[in-house]
């Protein structure tokens, strides 16, 4: 008789309740840093809000846990349907954060096995949960899990990430210089000579949370530079984002779970990388470069490059660049994971019928195309 597998829902459940669910958990899973209680855990911290929290059992042990925020939205045809939002709370000011690798957080022994069922039942009946479930940067191995029987699956979007393998470098006994395309290499290159040619290229990690506050300053600065010089507002002209990383950096970079790097010509930083560190694995989660007139300065082809070749003297075995378009990730990495956005839907009469409108508005769309 195979185990019974049981789901209930804790609405708003405390911050320390769900932490004395979680850790016991995360010690059982092969959880990414995003779904440690070390991110969730300070994002619920400063988020002051109390998620309502699915839990599955198998022979009345949690195996498989996730954050929930509901939501509602108005359909295309003026209906409002209820949603959940999985580590998440449907706010872009919030969001603005960027949890990746997401899911729920599942008992390794479990993992692949009881998700589609979590799903099934935030949509089952009764109770009906939710019409809706939204999933932004899924991890990639839940579009191998089938959705629950009958509900509509959406991909809204997918991302491609890029990631360096380590340990196969090292493996090799070359620089992780002499593994790039040589147009790379060339213009990497060039760019140290030009650099140098002004004062030593110097990498400094920062070795204490005041530094590493110090570090977070400057990259701030040229990060907002860049991105508002696009027009864009830029992560940090949102409180939450500002107030979410200096916990996280107080929190956890005691601990050897994140870095702060500054990438130096001469006393003149070029650019500031903030990573995050678990198990050998480094994840380039932000960053702020020194752009300047001249194109054959690549602050960040360098900055990475240098930190790159830190690490791989480390030891360490992973260095992702998670998800993004971004050209310098494709040059200076190899395809990984794809992290994509998927909502799943019940099939009621409005979701439907909305869905009805969108397919016919496309088709219409295609038959207005001019022909070539």
Known sequence: MPPKLDFQIFPRLGVADLEALWRPLQARSDTDFFLSWDWIGTWLAELGSLPDVIAGRVDGQIVLLGALFPASRRTRIGFRVSSLNLHNVGNPAKDVITLEYNGFLVDRRWAGKVE??????????????????????????????????GALRTVLWRKPSWRIDLAAIRQSGKSYIEQLSANTRQQIRRSMRLYEGTGPLTITRAPDVATAFRFLDGLEVLHQKYWIAKGAPGAFSYPFFVGFNRRLI??????????????????????????????????????????????????????????????LEEGAVLYDFMAGENRYKANLGKPGPSMSYVMLQRQTPVLQAERLLADAYRSLRRLMRPSK
């Not at 069922?117 to 935030?122: D, K, Y």
């Not at 601990?255 to 678990?278: A, F, H, K, T, W």
């Open 116 to 149: 589609a069922e979590a799903f099934g039942f935030l949509l089952g009946a009764p109770p009906r949960h939710a019409c809706e479930i939204h999933l932004k940067n899924l991890n990639e191995r839940y579009e191998a899990i089938p959705g629950p029987p």
């Open 250 to 311: 107080e929190t956890c970079y005691p601990r050897g779970l994140m870095e702060l790097v500054r990438i130096s010509r001469g006393d003149e930083p070029i650019g500031y990388l903030y990573n995050l560190i678990q198990d050998g694995q480094v994840r380039a989660y932000q960053s702020g470069f020194l752009y300047e007139e001249d194109a054959r300065l690549k602050p960040g082809l360098v900055s990475h490059c240098l930190c790159i070749q830190r690490h």
